[in-house]
């Protein structure tokens, strides 16, 4: 072993100290997920179940409605409710397209009741049959069918007024002797409530998570308890059903409002022990998670259900304590691989006149990457949506290991621009130093894109903050102690400076948005400052 020149020492005992504090936190923060919450036990008494859930059969793979030529089978459908009729009275749909029409005969069979939807949108020709087939649907299978729900969320997505809402609630009053009634967040049928003369009883939609100012979970049910309170006094003497209330078990944090299966376990829970101790009729979404609802509504749209959609197990139990992660093996396996990986290129690149400190720093990195990278595989399995993000985002994954082992090679030299590195590379000079240069190039670019994204469209993406936190904890030390960063990597530091920063000033005590602060920050700020200094 040797001793390095004291910058170089400064450097490796940098990149130890950061390094052992990043591992640290990581396995701090693993280890805290795994423990078990307690929280309320939910005791239904006398066999008493849920009182209804929202049901969309589109759980296996390649299911969408968006699919026109999509027919779910009987026989799905009834694995499927035979499933739910463990846990609930009734079902919701949303639609009766796509053999959805199907549902009542099979729900008689298990002996759960049926809130048929029916559909309306854009499309004033299609919102006529599908309001032909769904008043057909009901009136043959009015003994199962509690109400028939007209319309779902039209008046906020803006499809329709509410006079030609109005106008397909009385044309379906007249035909049919089931329960009538129209769906939508709470906030317009407030604004709406002259539509309230049209139905049988009012249908609001009441989520916690999605709210303009969105809630934490400790004042979630408090929250849904002051609306009903507030929509029932607003419309006196009509009953009030919560059509749609319920919490993700995954995805982005909208400020308070963090998505976890504690999280959810908890809402759940707590909510149905309230609406049952108050009386009040309540529909949960959802029955069985959705991946297809990913590409509408990002990560956290997947994964309200209460049901896993591959196993159609329950997510959570209704009583016990909850953890949000059942499995340390792996994280911790990760780690020491590439602890291991990284030791052995450390001491291969050294010929046996590696430092101690520099083996240690680099062992350390290698076994902070080897977390990061099981932690972003297992939210890539939870968000990745199709072939393309998977290239692309996972070409990205690629990119930050290869500079952890790039960086076990490295003995400390200078490095390159990433210009100048790709053609030391395309010459066949195949260094270390080159490698790093080309990677942290790749990489800020990367990452400059994917912030303005989250900066410019913030709603339904998620912080990508394990996916350039390993990469940012490498460049941004070896940054202070060997630039080279050249015009471009400068620009795309900046540009991923500021949008870190503007996405973070709107909701500044969100840990995912501090988290991606951070991680920007690191990568981008020793570009640009030793590019200041260099010009000064």
Same mark, same amino acid.
């Given at each position: 072993?040797?001793?390095?020149?004291?910058?170089?020492?400064?450097?490796?005992?940098?990149?130890?100290?950061?390094?052992?504090?990043?591992?640290?936190?990581?396995?701090?923060?693993?280890?805290?997920?795994?423990?078990?919450?307690?929280?309320?036990?939910?005791?239904?008494?006398?066999?008493?179940?849920?009182?209804?859930?929202?049901?969309?059969?589109?759980?296996?793979?390649?299911?969408?409605?968006?699919?026109?030529? +999509?027919?779910?089978?009987?026989?799905? @459908?009834?694995?499927?409710?035979?499933?739910?009729?463990?846990?609930?009275?009734?079902?919701?749909?949303?639609?009766?397209?796509?053999?959805?029409?199907?549902?009542?005969?099979?729900?008689?069979?298990?002996?759960?009741?049926?809130?048929?939807?029916?559909?309306?949108?854009?499309?004033?020709?299609?919102?006529?049959?599908?309001?032909?087939?769904?008043?057909?649907?009901?009136?043959?299978?009015?003994?199962?069918?509690?109400?028939?729900?007209?319309?779902?969320?039209?008046?906020?997505?803006?499809?329709?007024?509410?006079?030609?809402?109005?106008?397909?609630?009385?044309?379906?009053?007249?035909?049919?002797?089931?329960?009538?009634?129209?769906?939508?967040?709470?906030?317009?049928? =407030?604004?709406?409530?002259?539509?309230?003369?049209?139905?049988?009883?009012?249908?609001?939609?009441?989520?916690?998570?999605?709210?303009?100012?969105?809630?934490?979970?400790?004042?979630? =049910?408090?929250?849904?308890?002051? %609306?009903?309170?507030?929509?029932?006094?607003?419309?006196?003497?009509?009953?009030?059903?919560?059509?749609?209330?319920?919490?993700?078990?995954?995805?982005?944090?909208?400020?308070?409002?963090?998505?976890?299966?504690?999280?959810?376990?908890?809402?759940?829970?707590?909510? @149905?022990?309230?609406?049952?101790?108050?009386?009040?009729?309540?529909?949960? %979404?959802?029955? =069985?998670?959705?991946?297809?609802?990913?590409?509408?509504?990002?990560?956290?749209?997947?994964?309200?259900?209460?049901?896993?959609?591959?196993?159609?197990?329950?997510?959570?139990?209704?009583?016990?304590?909850?953890?949000?992660?059942?499995?340390?093996?792996?994280?911790?396996?990760?780690?020491?691989?590439?602890?291991?990986?990284?030791? @052995?290129?450390?001491?291969?690149?050294?010929?046996?006149?590696?430092?101690?400190?520099?083996?240690?720093?680099?062992?350390?990195?290698?076994?902070?990457?080897?977390?990061?990278?099981?932690?972003?595989?297992?939210?890539?399995?939870?968000?990745?949506?199709?072939?393309?993000?998977?290239?692309?985002?996972?070409?990205?994954?690629?990119?930050?290991?290869?500079?952890?082992?790039?960086?076990?090679?490295?003995?400390?030299?200078?490095?390159?621009?990433?210009?100048?590195?790709?053609?030391?590379?395309?010459?066949?000079?195949?260094?270390?130093?080159? +490698?790093?240069?080309?990677?942290?190039?790749?990489?800020?670019?990367?990452?400059?894109?994917?912030?303005?994204?989250?900066?410019?469209?913030?709603?339904?993406?998620?912080?990508?903050?394990?996916?350039?936190?390993?990469?940012?904890?490498?460049?941004?030390?070896?940054?202070?102690?060997?630039?080279?960063?050249?015009?471009?990597?400068?620009?795309?530091?900046? @540009?991923?400076?500021?949008?870190?920063?503007?996405?973070?000033?709107?909701?500044?005590?969100?840990?995912?948005?501090?988290?991606?602060?951070?991680?920007?920050?690191?990568?981008?700020?020793?570009?640009?400052?030793?590019?200041?200094?260099?010009?000064?």
């Amino acid at each position: 072993m040797t001793s390095p020149s004291p910058k170089r020492r400064s450097l490796w005992i940098a990149l130890l100290i950061t390094h052992l504090a990043g591992l640290v936190t990581l396995l701090a923060w693993v280890t805290w997920e795994a423990r078990p919450v307690s929280m309320h036990d939910l005791q239904l008494a006398g066999g008493e179940r849920l009182k209804c859930v929202s049901y969309a059969p589109y759980h296996r793979p390649g299911q969408t409605p968006f699919d026109a030529k +999509a027919v779910i089978s009987r026989e799905q @459908i009834a694995d499927d409710l035979a499933a739910l009729a463990k846990i609930t009275e009734c079902v919701r749909l949303y639609s009766v397209d796509q053999g959805l029409d199907q549902v009542p005969s099979v729900a008689r069979e298990l002996g759960i009741k049926v809130l048929v939807g029916a559909w309306i949108g854009y499309e004033r020709a299609r919102n006529q049959l599908e309001l032909d087939h769904a008043l057909k649907v009901a009136n043959d299978n009015a003994d199962v069918v509690k109400a028939l729900i007209v319309g779902n969320e039209v008046l906020l997505r803006r499809e329709r007024t509410v006079d030609e809402m109005r106008g397909y609630i009385e044309y379906a009053q007249a035909r049919t002797d089931v329960p009538v009634t129209y769906a939508d967040v709470w906030e317009f049928w =407030i604004r709406n409530d002259s539509l309230a003369d049209a139905v049988d009883f009012v249908t609001v939609h009441i989520l916690p998570f999605w709210e303009d100012d969105p809630v934490d979970i400790e004042k979630a =049910i408090g929250h849904v308890g002051q %609306i009903r309170t507030e929509v029932a006094n607003h419309f006196k003497g009509k009953d009030i059903l919560i059509g749609e209330t319920g919490w993700p078990s995954a995805g982005r944090q909208r400020e308070a409002s963090k998505p976890s299966r504690v999280n959810q376990a908890r809402y759940i829970r707590e909510f @149905i022990h309230q609406a049952h101790a108050s009386g009040w009729n309540y529909n949960l %979404i959802e029955a =069985i998670d959705q991946p297809w609802k990913r590409r509408l509504e990002g990560t956290v749209g997947g994964f309200w259900g209460m049901l896993d959609a591959q196993t159609l197990l329950p997510k959570f139990p209704l009583a016990g304590p909850v953890a949000e992660r059942e499995d340390l093996v792996t994280p911790l396996a990760g780690a020491s691989l590439g602890a291991l990986l990284t030791l @052995i290129l450390a001491l291969y690149s050294s010929a046996g006149k590696a430092s101690m400190l520099r083996v240690g720093a680099l062992t350390l990195s290698g076994a902070m990457t080897g977390l990061i990278a099981v932690l972003h595989w297992e939210h890539a399995v939870l968000a990745y949506r199709d072939t393309i993000e998977w290239s692309v985002l996972g070409a990205v994954a690629i990119a930050g290991v290869l500079s952890a082992l790039a960086l076990a090679c490295w003995p400390g030299a200078p490095l390159p621009h990433a210009e100048a590195a790709w053609s030391g590379l395309r010459q066949r000079e195949f260094s270390a130093a080159n +490698a790093l240069g080309v990677l942290r190039g790749v990489l800020l670019f990367a990452a400059a894109i994917a912030a303005l994204l989250l900066f410019a469209d913030a709603r339904y993406r998620d912080f990508p903050t394990l996916l350039y936190l390993a990469p940012a904890m490498i460049y941004g030390v070896i940054g202070w102690w060997r630039p080279g960063a050249g015009r471009a990597e400068h620009v795309c530091a900046l @540009i991923l400076a500021f949008a870190v920063v503007g996405r973070w000033l709107p909701e500044p005590a969100n840990p995912q948005a501090i988290g991606w602060l951070l991680t920007g920050l690191v990568f981008a700020l020793p570009v640009l400052v030793r590019a200041q200094q260099h010009q000064q």
